[in-house]
């Protein structure tokens, strides 16, 4: 038996309405318990959940109850009897406890118990009876289903009467004695008739057939006599006498052998009378009668033979025939006794059974009248037992039914109300601890609320003393560029006369300048014109002597023609005076004559042309020669000209130099006014650009000051759409879906449903089908959403048995993290002792550790920062991080954040220079310096206790991975830093 420690002799009773309620599984573990439970164990909800039920054994319990509760409970039925507690301290308290097991079909998925105040008396017994069972002396009695029954024959009699069956049996016992009564009345009745007709047929029946038959065998006898006597006389009897003597012979041995037997059985003194009276008379007979009348039959004395039988033989046989009937007579005489007597023996019989069998049925009335009533007032009090279920009177007791057929029946109604107090308090309690959770949640949601408002003002408060620092510099400039501006709108006035000076010198000198920039064009003009000119004269000479050349040319072809054309025209002449009518091919020859004759005349006509066109390139030559002539007498004049204006222009060229110097030394004084207002602009910009960066920070902070509401408002309890928790568990499984087969492994895992990441195969988005995952088995599942971290599924219809395996391997997860989830809380001490440390030693203030504001590292891409830890995070905790990595692998990443989501220093892998133009490479490569505000991020900058989450992470490059974390808080001088973030990939 467990020892649960020391006892003491101080009992707690029970309030008189209170319900101590608790449930647990399969191996008596709590589940479950209501606040009345928990305030008399004087354990703390913590030390009972998840702790065995048996905590609370009372060592003067005896085995034998707990024996019987087992035996009872794991048999599927209800348990109830008097049960002594024990308390955290040593103290007991006595309950009547009411243990049923809350069934899944036909297997038994865990129990609940109903406990309330039971009588002193019930205490009172169940004492002197448990001390009996402790001290060994308990002879004769066992425990079954909570009560004290005696095991002897007695005892069981006792139960046997207490039953149905007992009183049923009772009843029919005593129906079957009076019917056994009566039977045996009837059948002794019928015995006694039937021996007097067995005597009437012994004594008289058959006595009265023998004697007929003995006067049937005399009268055949007699009878044979006289036909010896016809016979004689008719002459026959010689030839038939040994046959009449034959049959008289056999007649008289069978009438001797008949009557001895008839003398045989028992007879009246009366009888035996008239059967001596036979006998003489059957004796005298055959002496004296038939002998006589055969020897005279013998001897053919016919006369004498009828005067024998007349006066001798006949009065013989009648006197034999009188005593036979008298025998016969007296036969009957001797049956009408008989017959009186068992009528007189009938009525008698009769008469006692009819009273037996009013008796016995007023006697079956009266006791099914009590059986009626002993089965109808358990059934009432089970009536009244159902009323008070209905009523929901929690605390009524159903004592036993008194009907051993009835105990089953009590024992489910006992079940059934055990089942439905512990529905009731249990969702009352499940009611109140959801109101009181629901409280303290809105008390942790509004410390965290208040705590994130607090730092997000804090640091929007800090922006905004930047801003406004930020601000008073540019009034500061502004008043300065005032200043100056004042300073240069005296120069410009001053400036702005010698402008004007300058500016009437400049229109003279624009005009003059302007009257030789157009002189000089005419001049350019015209010496282009003449230049033209003179080409064209180039062109037109050099087109006169190519004409010339081909005038030569032409007219060499010309003669070279004329002589081809003496020639044909010669050879036709003589080849068709030759040829005869065969001449006629020397047509051909005719029209080449002829082509060459056409040929000619146009060889003609060109040279014509050609001259022409050389007498007129000749004229435009001249004429062109002209128009240079012309040309340049204008040049000359533009010369003079030019003079003119030039002489104009050193008068207003002397004006402007004057006026000029004047203005340099004012155009100094506003050049450095300017400088002054450059100066102020570009102070100006860089102000703004810090307001403006400022701006964006304080939009910043508001943006992730929103996404850490709703990060925090989804992780609260009321926030949190599911009904279990999910647990990070990595396991292979296998997916149906239809026509879809999938694998990959599991990322979250719940007794509702799972996340899992799909590595192979199509995934499907909609519909049912199964999961088959490693050492849990083949569960029935449906999609409920695809989003970028996996596939979300909701088991369905899960029997208790794959429950079961879930919860037993989600709970060797949890169990397996415990080492991890110690590592991170390790190492965020670790963490906070450096940070405090080094703001001992003055390397950085805590102002400086804690500030939120974060400035953007130019050219990076993902974007970098340098925070005002950022230094101190990468001397400091790079160390601590890379002794990690070179650890053999045990921790894949270990980094820390800070409470924005902000990682300065990472693992080395992690922590490479960033390659221009390339963000792929750098997000993967480049992980520090970097802030990570996305939903794991927050959850794990903000977390308050340490926490196990999972999710995907872009390496960059298209490569995604599946990473479970564990994240530890870290706290600095008793403030929340940030948190440790430990990292291992699951899935890739």
Same mark, same amino acid.
Request: proline share 3%.
């Given at each position: 038996?467990?020892?649960?420690?020391?006892?003491?002799?101080?009992?707690?009773?029970?309030?008189?309405?209170?319900?101590?309620?608790?449930?647990?599984?399969?191996?008596?573990?709590?589940?479950?318990?209501?606040? %009345?439970?928990?305030?008399?164990?004087?354990?703390?909800?913590?030390?009972?959940?998840?702790?065995?039920?048996?905590?609370?054994?009372?060592?003067?319990?005896?085995?034998?109850?707990?024996?019987?509760?087992?035996?009872?409970?794991?048999?599927?039925?209800?348990?109830?009897?008097?049960?002594?507690?024990?308390?955290?301290?040593?103290?007991?308290?006595?309950?009547?406890?009411?243990?049923?097991?809350?069934?899944?079909?036909?297997?038994?998925?865990?129990?609940?118990?109903?406990?309330?105040?039971?009588?002193?008396?019930?205490?009172?017994?169940?004492?002197?009876?448990?001390?009996?069972?402790?001290?060994?002396?308990?002879?004769?009695?066992?425990?079954?289903?909570?009560?004290?029954?005696?095991?002897?024959?007695?005892?069981?009699?006792?139960?046997?009467?207490?039953?149905?069956?007992?009183?049923?049996?009772?009843?029919?016992?005593?129906?079957?004695?009076?019917?056994?009564?009566?039977?045996?009345?009837?059948?002794?009745?019928?015995?006694?008739?039937?021996?007097?007709?067995?005597?009437?047929?012994?004594?008289?029946?058959?006595?009265?057939?023998?004697?007929?038959?003995?006067?049937?065998?005399?009268?055949?006898?007699?009878?044979?006599?006289?036909?010896?006597?016809?016979?004689?006389?008719?002459?026959?009897?010689?030839?038939?006498?040994?046959?009449?003597?034959?049959?008289?012979?056999?007649?008289?041995?069978?009438?001797?052998?008949?009557?001895?037997?008839?003398?045989?059985?028992?007879?009246?003194?009366?009888?035996?009378?008239?059967?001596?009276?036979?006998?003489?008379?059957?004796?005298?007979?055959?002496?004296?009668?038939?002998?006589?009348?055969?020897?005279?039959?013998?001897?053919?004395?016919?006369?004498?033979?009828?005067?024998?039988?007349?006066?001798?033989?006949?009065?013989?046989?009648?006197?034999?025939?009188?005593?036979?009937?008298?025998?016969?007579?007296?036969?009957?005489?001797?049956?009408?006794?008989?017959?009186?007597?068992?009528?007189?023996?009938?009525?008698?019989?009769?008469?006692?059974?009819?009273?037996?069998?009013?008796?016995?049925?007023?006697?079956?009335?009266?006791?099914?009248?009590?059986?009626?009533?002993?089965?109808?007032?358990?059934?009432?009090?089970?009536?009244?037992?159902?009323?008070?279920?209905?009523?929901?009177?929690?605390?009524?007791?159903?004592?036993?039914?008194?009907?051993?057929?009835?105990?089953?029946?009590?024992?489910?109604?006992?079940?059934?109300?055990?089942?439905?107090?512990?529905?009731?308090?249990?969702?009352? %309690?499940?009611?109140?601890?959801?109101?009181?959770?629901?409280?303290?949640?809105?008390?942790?949601?509004?410390?965290?609320?208040?705590?994130?408002?607090?730092?997000?003002?804090?640091?929007?408060?800090?922006?905004?003393?930047?801003?406004?620092?930020?601000?008073?510099?540019?009034?500061?400039?502004?008043?300065?560029?005032?200043?100056?501006?004042?300073?240069?709108?005296?120069?410009?006035?001053?400036?702005?006369?010698?402008?004007?000076?300058?500016?009437?010198?400049?229109?003279?000198?624009?005009?003059?300048?302007?009257?030789?920039?157009?002189?000089?064009?005419?001049?350019?003009?015209?010496?282009?014109?003449?230049?033209?000119?003179?080409?064209?004269?180039?062109?037109?000479?050099?087109?006169?002597?190519?004409?010339?050349?081909?005038?030569?040319?032409?007219?060499?072809?010309?003669?070279?023609?004329?002589?081809?054309?003496?020639?044909?025209?010669?050879?036709?002449?003589?080849?068709?005076?030759?040829?005869?009518?065969?001449?006629?091919?020397?047509?051909?020859?005719?029209?080449?004559?002829?082509?060459?004759?056409?040929?000619?005349?146009?060889?003609?006509?060109?040279?014509?042309?050609?001259?022409?066109?050389?007498?007129?390139?000749?004229?435009?030559?001249?004429?062109?020669?002209?128009?240079?002539?012309?040309?340049?007498?204008?040049?000359?004049?533009?010369?003079?000209?030019?003079?003119?204006?030039?002489?104009?222009?050193?008068?207003?060229?002397?004006?402007?130099?004057?006026?000029?110097?004047?203005?340099?030394?004012?155009?100094?004084?506003?050049?450095?006014?300017?400088?002054?207002?450059?100066?102020?602009?570009?102070?100006?910009?860089?102000?703004?650009?810090?307001?403006?960066?400022?701006?964006?920070?304080?939009?910043?902070?508001?943006?992730?000051?929103?996404?850490?509401?709703?990060?925090?408002?989804?992780?609260?309890?009321?926030?949190?759409?599911?009904?279990?928790?999910?647990?990070?568990?990595?396991?292979?499984?296998?997916?149906?879906?239809?026509?879809?087969?999938?694998?990959?492994?599991?990322?979250?895992?719940?007794?509702?449903?799972?996340?899992?990441?799909?590595?192979?195969?199509?995934?499907?988005?909609?519909?049912?089908?199964?999961?088959?995952?490693?050492?849990?088995? %083949?569960?029935?599942?449906?999609?409920?959403?695809?989003?970028?971290?996996?596939?979300?599924?909701?088991?369905?219809?899960?029997?208790? %048995?794959?429950?079961?395996?879930?919860?037993?391997?989600?709970?060797?997860?949890?169990?397996?993290?415990?080492?991890?989830?110690?590592?991170?809380?390790?190492?965020?001490?670790?963490?906070?002792?450096?940070?405090?440390?080094?703001?001992?030693?003055?390397?950085?203030?805590?102002?400086?550790?804690?500030?939120?504001?974060?400035?953007?590292?130019?050219?990076?891409?993902?974007?970098?920062?340098?925070?005002?830890?950022?230094?101190?995070?990468?001397?400091?905790?790079?160390?601590?991080?890379?002794?990690?990595?070179?650890?053999?692998?045990?921790?894949?990443?270990?980094?820390?954040?800070?409470?924005?989501?902000?990682?300065?220093?990472?693992?080395?892998?992690?922590?490479?220079?960033?390659?221009?133009?390339?963000?792929?490479?750098?997000?993967?490569?480049?992980?520090?310096?970097?802030?990570?505000?996305?939903?794991?991020?927050?959850?794990?900058?903000?977390?308050?206790?340490?926490?196990?989450?999972?999710?995907?992470?872009?390496?960059?490059?298209?490569?995604?991975?599946?990473?479970?974390?564990?994240?530890?808080?870290?706290?600095?001088?008793?403030?929340?830093?940030?948190?440790?973030?430990?990292?291992?990939?699951?899935?890739?």
């Amino acid at each position: 038996m467990r020892d649960n420690g020391p006892i003491t002799d101080r009992e707690i009773e029970l309030g008189d309405d209170a319900i101590i309620v608790s449930g647990t599984d399969t191996r008596g573990i709590i589940t479950f318990a209501n606040e %009345e439970f928990v305030t008399i164990s004087g354990y703390s909800p913590e030390e009972l959940f998840g702790a065995p039920h048996n905590i609370l054994r009372h060592p003067h319990m005896p085995r034998e109850a707990f024996a019987d509760l087992w035996a009872t409970v794991k048999a599927g039925r209800s348990w109830e009897g008097m049960v002594k507690n024990r308390t955290k301290n040593g103290d007991f308290y006595w309950v009547r406890a009411n243990v049923t097991p809350t069934m899944s079909g036909s297997e038994v998925t865990g129990y609940i118990s109903i406990r309330t105040k039971p009588e002193r008396a019930a205490v009172t017994e169940a004492e002197r009876i448990y001390a009996l069972f402790r001290e060994g002396r308990a002879r004769g009695l066992a425990i079954h289903e909570g009560r004290v029954i005696s095991t002897t024959w007695i005892g069981r009699l006792v139960r046997l009467r207490d039953s149905v069956v007992g009183r049923l049996g009772v009843v029919l016992l005593v129906l079957g004695v009076l019917g056994a009564g009566i039977g045996v009345v009837g059948i002794d009745g019928m015995r006694a008739i039937n021996q007097d007709l067995n005597l009437v047929f012994d004594r008289n029946v058959r006595a009265v057939i023998d004697l007929a038959t003995l006067v049937e065998l005399s009268d055949d006898v007699a009878r044979q006599v006289d036909l010896m006597e016809g016979e004689m006389l008719r002459g026959l009897l010689p030839t038939t006498l040994n046959d009449r003597l034959g049959t008289i012979e056999g007649r008289r041995k069978a009438f001797t052998i008949l009557w001895e037997n008839h003398l045989k059985g028992e007879h009246s003194e009366a009888e035996k009378e008239l059967q001596r009276r036979v006998t003489t008379t059957w004796e005298a007979l055959w002496k004296e009668g038939v002998p006589e009348a055969l020897e005279l039959a013998r001897g053919g004395d016919r006369e004498a033979l009828s005067r024998k039988l007349a006066t001798r033989t006949r009065p013989q046989f009648v006197a034999v025939h009188g005593a036979l009937h008298d025998l016969v007579n007296q036969q009957r005489t001797d049956a009408a006794a008989l017959r009186e007597r068992a009528e007189k023996e009938v009525s008698w019989r009769l008469l006692a059974s009819v009273g037996l069998l009013v008796g016995g049925g007023a006697l079956g009335l009266a006791l099914s009248a009590w059986f009626l009533v002993s089965l109808h007032r358990p059934l009432r009090r089970m009536e009244r037992h159902f009323d008070a279920i209905a009523a929901g009177n929690l605390g009524y007791v159903i004592p036993s039914p008194g009907l051993a057929e009835l105990d089953n029946l009590s024992s489910r109604l006992r079940a059934l109300k055990a089942r439905i107090g512990y529905y009731v308090l249990e969702r009352a %309690e499940m009611a109140k601890r959801s109101e009181e959770e629901l409280r303290r949640e809105m008390m942790a949601l509004t410390n965290l609320l208040e705590g994130e408002v607090q730092e997000t003002v804090g640091d929007i408060s800090v922006q905004s003393s930047r801003l406004s620092e930020n601000a008073a510099n540019l009034a500061q400039v502004a008043e300065r560029l005032l200043h100056d501006a004042t300073q240069v709108t005296e120069s410009v006035r001053i400036t702005s006369a010698n402008v004007q000076t300058v500016a009437g010198a400049t229109e003279q000198l624009e005009a003059s300048s302007r009257e030789i920039s157009e002189r000089v064009d005419s001049g350019a003009r015209l010496a282009e014109t003449a230049r033209a000119k003179g080409d064209e004269a180039l062109h037109r000479v050099e087109s006169l002597t190519e004409a010339t050349a081909r005038i030569d040319s032409v007219v060499g072809l010309i003669q070279g023609i004329a002589g081809q054309t003496r020639m044909l025209s010669l050879n036709a002449t003589i080849e068709a005076a030759r040829a005869g009518e065969a001449g006629k091919g020397f047509s051909v020859v005719a029209g080449e004559v002829k082509g060459l004759a056409g040929e000619t005349e146009h060889a003609i006509g060109t040279i014509s042309e050609q001259a022409e066109g050389i007498s007129r390139t000749t004229g435009e030559a001249a004429r062109t020669v002209q128009a240079v002539v012309e040309s340049i007498r204008a040049i000359d004049t533009i010369t003079a000209d030019v003079a003119r204006a030039a002489g104009e222009q050193r008068a207003a060229t002397a004006e402007i130099m004057s006026s000029a110097a004047q203005a340099a030394e004012h155009t100094g004084a506003v050049a450095e006014s300017v400088q002054g207002m450059r100066e102020g602009a570009e102070t100006t910009g860089a102000v703004s650009t810090r307001v403006r960066d400022l701006a964006s920070r304080v939009n910043r902070d508001i943006l992730a000051l929103r996404q850490r509401l709703y990060v925090i408002l989804r992780s609260s309890h009321g926030g949190n759409r599911r009904q279990y928790p999910r647990i990070p568990v990595a396991l292979r499984y296998k997916g149906t879906f239809g026509s879809n087969t999938f694998s990959g492994m599991t990322a979250d895992l719940s007794q509702g449903g799972a996340l899992v990441v799909v590595a192979q195969g199509s995934r499907p988005s909609t519909g049912r089908g199964s999961l088959d995952i490693e050492g849990v088995g %083949e569960l029935a599942a449906e999609v409920v959403t695809v989003s970028e971290n996996g596939l979300h599924l909701k088991f369905r219809a899960l029997d208790p %048995e794959q429950i079961e395996r879930l919860k037993t391997r989600i709970e060797k997860a949890v169990a397996d993290d415990i080492p991890m989830v110690e590592h991170a809380v390790g190492f965020a001490k670790t963490v906070a002792e450096v940070f405090e440390h080094a703001i001992a030693e003055g390397r950085i203030t805590s102002e400086d550790l804690f500030d939120g504001s974060y400035t953007p590292i130019p050219g990076t891409n993902p974007v970098q920062y340098m925070a005002p830890h950022t230094a101190l995070a990468e001397a400091e905790l790079g160390p601590l991080i890379a002794r990690l990595a070179g650890a053999g692998g045990s921790v894949p990443v270990c980094v820390a954040t800070d409470r924005n989501g902000y990682i300065a220093a990472h693992m080395p892998e992690h922590s490479k220079p960033q390659r221009p133009d390339d963000p792929e490479w750098n997000q993967g490569n480049s992980r520090n310096r970097r802030l990570y505000n996305d939903r794991a991020g927050i959850l794990a900058a903000r977390c308050t206790k340490p926490m196990t989450q999972t999710y995907r992470r872009d390496m960059g490059g298209g490569t995604i991975v599946l990473m479970k974390e564990i994240d530890a808080p870290i706290m600095v001088l008793g403030r929340r830093w940030g948190a440790v973030r430990q990292a291992g990939e699951l899935l890739q």
